[in-house]
């Protein structure tokens, strides 16, 4: 299960990373600071799935829930967004040393 998480979180760093790139190619290219908001990005990739979680988040968990939070979430720029996913996942999956030290019988 550990490595599971651990891969996830491989994977969405590197999705985090590639967006943080997407996002300094455009603010250079703009010559302003760019960062595509989470909703944007999912909207660009695959619409129909962000539109079937807004209605089951809305319907299933609770309104205020979706007003509030997702909204919010959805606000934020898409490589924070995987980055504190990536961060999150690590931890699940990290695994502490021995106290006594790796040479202890």
Do not use: E
């Not at 909207?43 to 205020?64: E, I």
């Amino acid at each position: 299960m550990r490595f599971l998480l651990r891969l996830a979180s491989l994977v969405a760093l590197a999705v985090a990373v590639i967006a943080g790139t997407i996002d300094s190619i455009q603010s250079v290219a703009a010559s302003a600071v760019v960062m595509t908001p989470m909703g944007d990005a999912w909207q660009d990739l695959s619409p129909s799935s962000l539109s079937a979680l807004q209605s089951s988040v809305s319907y299933y968990v609770h309104p205020r829930f979706y007003a509030f939070v997702f909204q919010w979430l959805m606000l934020q720029p898409a490589f924070a967004v995987f980055l504190v996913i990536a961060l999150l996942l690590w931890m699940i999956g990290y695994k502490k040393p021995p106290v006594a030290g790796r040479f202890t019988a």
